[in-house]
Nanobody, 111 residues
Framework: QVQLVESGGGLVQPGGSLRLSCAAS?????MGWFRQAPGKQRELVAH???????DYANLAKGRFTISRDNAKNTVDLQMSSLKPEDTAVYYC????????WGSGTQVTVSS
């Protein structure tokens, strides 16, 4: 059972930046980030494809950067130019035959 632990959420002003980090309990290739805003479905933010390349949802392109450290089994999400509509619970995701989820970290963008 893969365990995922997120960190780095919080309150940030519009236009600000925030970095999220996710640590996996073991090495796993497919990792990424999803988010879920109140009253909305969970949606993809960014992930690493099966070939190891980063892939972004349109909402993230040009503003967010996903990175990973394979030696530490971590995946980070650097978010910049944050907007109020980015407010959501952000979930770390991993896949190995089944989906694994972290418990989520709250990101609130507000002045």
């Amino acid at each position: 059972q893969v365990q995922l632990v997120e960190s780095g959420g919080g309150l940030v002003q519009p236009g600000g930046s925030l970095r999220l980090s996710c640590a996996a309990s073991e090495a796993i290739g497919r990792m990424g980030w999803f988010r879920q805003a109140p009253g909305k479905q969970r949606e993809l933010v960014a992930h690493f494809t099966s070939s190891g390349k980063p892939d972004y949802a349109n909402l993230a392109k040009g503003r967010f950067t996903i990175s990973r450290d394979n030696a530490k089994n971590t995946v980070d999400l650097q978010m910049s130019s944050l907007k109020p509509e980015d407010t959501a619970v952000y979930y770390c995701w991993a896949y190995r035959g089944t989906n694994y989820w972290g418990s989520g970290t709250q990101v609130t963008v507000s002045s």
